[in-house]
């Protein structure tokens, strides 16, 4: 029954190549050629259309900042190339036969018996050889890339600076091994990473609890921070720049709102940055007068769970608005500050956060040295504002549900309270809360906080 | 024709010499054909396929359910629909519930009730353990979706349940939560019914196919469920084996997972990968034996290329086996593993072609009817094209490290899982509706209920192709409306809601039909294989009348084409049978149904902690089981109306 392409001339004068005519073959060409223009087009698609956002949001994939996420998308684009015209040629070969050879009638649903052929060995057999050559092609540069984006490249290793980065439930926490300081030990932030522009960035990453997964989509693809596995990756940001990451591997209640920020200073500025990183905390003497008077009290209500936390003025210029928080702010109240200093340390938030140079010492939590110069809070999920601020404290389970700051850390022997102490038999808060944070409490946490530069 | 069948022998064999004994109440064997009694302790693996379908349908609009409510949540930026926690639970039990509920229960629907027919056998070869698989996979299905109505809450861990997340330390954080130990003990109970069931099909189809009934001649839907069975066999040891794991890390304290102890949480993603990607071709198989069984019927010709169809299945499902670690490209594995999972995972594209090649040259040169099952067929081949070229995309691991964990994936998956899983289970319901309940689905609400399906199956995940290149992760519960997002979302949500619709039709259809729908003769699409010979629609218990004996690839094609030599065959067949004895059937038993409620019992007290009453659900199967070794296999004969059977 195997049937070795026959050739057979039909009565209107078209050649029968196995079941295929030639002015198909010929028709499949054109539809060919036609594909390939379609496809040669499509970058420029992608790359936006006026307001159309589809593929240029801040954590777009196509527009790449750095040698290793553009190494990824070009693979990613030869794979769109190959699979795209592969795409086009079965695609318009199974529409062409669905269409020619569709019955056309109800009556003759029954009425004609096709040939009945079992196939054609040497069709079959090309096809797989065509199937294996297409992957070919994306196959080299596969391998081209797995390698390249697996590590720094041996002629730039000297170069490299190093970073860790490590995930907890939900937040980042980032350290420079290269940047020590006196009597502190290693610099450490949270939740945002300054890293020097135009140099490539070896990042080691660790969790400590659960697997999280570091992916600044614009810079480089992802790698997952394991448990007891030392993995990292490397990326380089061509130009000064700012840029979001988010955690992608999920990590429990809270995964969706772990997020942070990586920001690129060209060789000076990161100088400055670090140096100015490594000084303590900054201390507003009580009755000073800075930066003008004290501005009058912001508005606050609490706009409730998931509500957002970006603004249309900080996208437009996000690395602008990052360097902008470097500045002192104006009109601080030195009277506020102080009092607000006290209460973070009546409320116990200094037994998990540390604000080198003042009374803050724990390790739990985000390093809050230098919170008043980041653009983002609650790991990079809200923007550094008053408002934002004052919400994240004193609703911090409307903004990040189970985060440890609300529910307490379980501990071997019992529970650390949070703002609620859980019951650990029945894993409901007890009624009275432990922590409570009032308006006036909030405004002068926040006034304290924001005056940490 | 209904067989008009008389069972003059209950309860042991015509030919045993011992006088018939006195059985205590305890192992004599239920007799009841219809009631809920003939449901209960049935062993026909018709009733067993259609319980496995109506159970598989009904989680089908489980998850599906939670599928439009996690769609509501992400209509729009920073939504408050429902809590991160209640989203975390529906993604895990959507996932949960439609790969091991509802896509592999109507795939086991299907070798249950149609490869017996397809290879001429009268049942399988172990029916009471086919009952017990069904049984065993209720009471899995129960135990992974109780947490809905216990304080714990459902499981919240995502299908794949990734270590350390769900040991002790970090899902019970305050205090008790069983919602992980739920979803441990159900898959590990929908496992002992896969492997049960897997081992009853392979026997089934190597020792009990008709006479003629060659290897290379079986129905490639019968070819997928035997590669199939195998998977099953071969890759759920590796889950059970994590399983158990991970139940001694809660349970007893032990540490391969747990890091403080020295665990390895890499471990777990190894073992569940390997059994997780022949998972994925446990799911899309028998899918492709459906279509493959569709489009040679449908267009009227045999399947181009059958020897190729068979064996890129069967490499399909060896090369299954070394391709897991593609769902690991991002977790630090190095360059050289990571290359050659990329290029095995590349490999195994070949074979998939092939299969899609051979489809469309079985198209090529046909006669083709555009009924209602070969929409759903065409409707496969496009949407499972897709899939494959957005599976090929993230063979490439440099590109995958931007696509892994976005909604690319989500993209991908649901492209061959409901483009090509889904519509092809789809399909085979229209296909053989006519033959299970002897109705014809309307021609007019078929296609209408394909093309809302299709079109809000397409509406619903393009758009997710675009959302995970721009950087979405997936298993969100929310985002932030400055991402570039809000479009392809909304979008994807009213898609949901238009697929939604069209299930609705779909199964508003099916459940018209099976009360008031057409009447339909056998063999409504004059059909090529050995199912559609049965004496009438419904099948009778027995099946066929006469066993058949194939010639030729295609039986029924060919019996069609050779009437008489067949009706003479047949005839000296069926005066042989007669002479042996008669029809030899299986007798029903309530043993396995005893069995797996052991399991059940077990199960919840265990999950609970209660050991005593984990104990005595173990001594109820253990129980169940001896008994049904005690009763014996049973079995009866019976015997046609000599007037009635050479009638159709």
Redesign the interface.
């Known amino acids: 029954m195997v049937q070795y392409l026959p050739v057979t001339r039909l009565t209107n004068g078209t050649y029968l190549l196995g ?2 005519t030639l002015p198909s073959i010929f028709r499949s060409l054109k539809t060919r050629a036609l594909s390939c223009a379609a496809v040669a087009a499509m970058p420029l698609f992608l790359g936006g259309w006026g307001n159309w ?10 527009d790449t900042k750095g040698p290793v ?1 553009e ?3 070009d ?2 684009y ?3 190339w ?3 015209i ?2 086009v040629i ?2 318009g ?2 529409a062409y ?2 269409f020619k ?3 056309r009638k109800t009556d003759d ?13 040497l ?2 057999l090309g ?2 050889g065509l ?2 050559l297409a ?1 070919v092609f ?2 080299v ?3 081209r ?6 590590d720094v490249p041996a002629e730039e290793k000297a170069s490299a600076y190093e970073v860790n980065a490590i995930g907890l ?1 939900w937040w980042f926490k980032f350290e420079y091994p290269a940047e020590q300081i006196d009597g502190a030990g290693t610099l450490v932030t949270g939740n945002e990473l300054v890293i020097p522009a135009g140099r490539p960035v070896r990042i080691n ?1 660790r969790t400590s ?3 999280h ?1 570091f ?1 600044v ?1 614009k810079l ?5 921070m ?4 030392g ?2 990756l490397w990326l380089k940001a061509d130009e000064p720049g700012y840029f ?1 990451g ?12 772990m997020r942070f920020r990586v920001i690129a200073l060209n060789e000076t500025d990161f100088a400055a940055w670090v140096a100015h990183q490594k000084t303590p905390a900054r201390t507003v003497a009580p009755y000073s007068v800075l930066n003008g008077a004290p501005a009058a009290p912001y508005e606050f209500n609490n706009p ?7 603004s ?1 003025d900080f ?1 437009k210029a996000p690395f602008a608005a990052w360097q902008a928080k470097q500045e002192i702010d104006a009109g601080e109240d030195p009277a506020l500050i102080a009092q607000g200093r006290q209460i973070f340390q009546q409320k116990t938030c200094t037994s998990c956060h540390a604000v080198r140079g003042h009374e803050g010492a724990g390790v739990t939590a985000p390093d809050l040295t230098h919170i008043g110069s980041r653009t983002t809070i609650a790991a990079g999920l809200l923007e550094n504002t008053k408002q934002n601020l004052h919400r994240w404290i004193a609703h911090p389970n409307e903004v990040k ?2 985060n440890k700051m609300y ?1 307490g850390v ?1 501990l071997q022997s019992g ?1 650390m309270a949070g703002y609620v102490k ?7 808060p007890e009624e009275t809360p432990h922590i409570t944070v009032s308006d006036a409490e909030a405004r002068a946490l926040v006034a304290y906080l924001h005056s940490l530069k | 024709m209904s067989a008009h069948a008389k069972t003059d022998f209950v309860g042991h064999d015509t030919h045993a010499a011992a006088p018939v004994e006195k059985r205590s109440w305890l192992l004599t064997r239920p007799t009841a054909k219809t009631g809920l009694v003939s449901w209960l302790t049935t062993v026909d693996h018709k009733k067993i396929g259609l319980l496995y379908g109506i159970s598989a349908l009904f989680f089908f609009l489980v998850g599906g359910f939670e599928a439009l409510l996690i769609r509501i949540q992400l209509a729009v ?4 629909f429902i ?3 209640l ?2 639970e529906l993604f895990t039990m959507h996932a949960t519930t439609m790969i091991f509920l509802a896509v592999m229960p109507l795939s086991a629907a299907f070798f249950n009730y149609m490869m017996p027919l397809q290879i001429g056998a009268r049942d399988v070869a172990f029916p009471r353990l086919n009952g017990f698989a069904f049984w065993v996979f209720l009471a899995g299905a129960i135990v992974l979706n109780i947490g809905w109505f216990v304080k714990s809450g459902a499981p ?1 861990a ?1 299908w794949f349940g ?1 270590a ?2 769900t040991s002790t ?2 899902s019970n ?5 069983m919602s992980t130990d739920l979803w441990v003990m159900g898959l590990q109970i929908l496992g002992v019914s896969s492997v049960v069931g897997s081992l009853n099909f392979i026997v089934t189809i190597i020792n009990m196919r008709a006479p003629g009934m060659t290897m290379m001649r079986l129905p490639v839907f019968t070819w997928m469920t035997l590669v199939t069975a195998f998977l099953i066999i071969l890759s759920f040891p590796a889950i059970t084996i994590a399983l158990v794991e991970l139940m001694m890390d809660r349970s007893f304290g032990t540490s391969f997972f747990d ?1 403080s102890g020295g ?4 471990l777990w993603q190894h073992l569940f990968w390997i059994f997780g990607h022949p998972e994925v071709y446990i799911l899309i198989l028998p899918a492709m034996g459906i279509v493959s069984e569709i489009l040679p019927t449908f ?10 169809i068979v064996f890129s299945g069967a490499t399909i499902g060896f090369l299954g086996f070394g391709v897991w670690s593609h769902h690991m490209f ?3 594995m ?2 050289v593993a ?2 050659a999972f ?2 095995l995972t ?2 195994i ?2 074979p998939t ?2 299969k ?3 489809w ?2 079985t ?8 009924r209602t099952p070969m929409m759903f067929a ?1 409707g496969f ?2 949407m499972f ?2 899939g494959g ?2 599976g ?2 993230h ?12 909604y690319f994936v989500v993209a991908h998956f649901h492209y061959v899982l409901i483009g090509g899983s889904i519509f092809a289970l789809l399909a085979g319901i229209h296909y053989w509706f006519p033959l299970i309940f002897g109705r014809k689905v309307s021609e007019f609400w078929g296609k209408l209920s394909f093309w809302v399906i299709f079109i809000g199956f397409n509406v619903t995940f393009f ?1 997710m192709h ?1 959302l995970g ?17 809000n ?2 979302n909304l979008i994807a949500t009213v898609g949901a809601l238009v697929l939604g619709v069209g299930i609705a039709i779909y199964f508003g259809v099916m459940i018209y039909t099976y009360f008031k729908g057409e009447k339909t003769t056998h063999d409504e699409w ?1 059909a090529r294989t050995l199912e559609w010979t049965v004496p009438s629609t419904p099948p009778p218990e027995h099946n066929f009348d006469v066993i058949p004996t194939v010639h030729a690839r295609d039986a029924f094609w060919y019996e069609k084409t050779h009437k008489a030599e067949i009706e003479k065959e047949k005839a000296e067949h069926a005066k042989a049978e007669q002479d042996h004895g008669g029809i030899h059937m299986p007798s029903q038993s309530w043993f396995p149904i005893v069995a797996a409620t052991g399991l059940l019992i077990g199960a919840i007290f265990f999950v609970n902690h209660i050991m005593i009453g984990a104990i005595a659900g173990g001594a109820i199967m253990f129980l169940g089981v001896y008994l049904w070794a005690v009763e014996g296999p049973g079995g009866y004969h019976i015997h046609l109306d000599d007037k009635n059977h050479d009638k159709h």
């Open positions: 079941q295929m956002n589809w593929l240029t949001g801040p954590q777009s994939t196509f996420a190494s990824q998308l693979v990613f030869v794979t769109l190959v699979t795209g592969t795409f079965v695609a070969i199974l036969a669905t050879f569709r019955a649903l029954k009425a004609v018996i096709p040939h009945q052929g079992h196939g054609n060995p069709i079959e096809l797989i199937s294996v992957l994306i196959a540069p596969t391998l890339a797995i390698w390249y984006t697996y439930q990453l609890d659960v697997i997964s992916w989509p480089a693809g992802k790698v997952d394991i448990p007891n596995r993995n990292h979001w988010q955690c992608a591997e999920y990590c429990g209640e809270s995964h969706a709102v409730g769970r998931n509500a957002p936390g970006y249309a996208d549900p189970g529910v379980p529970v859980i019951d650990p038999a029945t894993g409901k | 930026p920073n939504n408050t809590s991160h926690q989203y975390n919240d995502g990734y350390p997340l330390a970090y954080q305050f205090a008790g939560d890091v665990g390895l949480p890499i267009a009227r010709k045999p399947l181009f290329g059958y020897p190729i991002t977790t630090g190095g360059t990571t290359a990329s290029l590349m490999a594209a070949v072609g092939v899609m090649f051979n469309i040259g198209l090529w040169g046909g006669h083709l009817q555009m065409l081949m496009w094209m897709m070229f957005s090929v995309m063979s490439a691991a440099p590109a995958d490290a931007q696509q892994q964990d976005s758009p675009f290149l721009n950087g979405m992760p997936r298993r969100t519960a929310v985002y932030d409306g400055n991402m570039g997002w479009d392809a004059d």
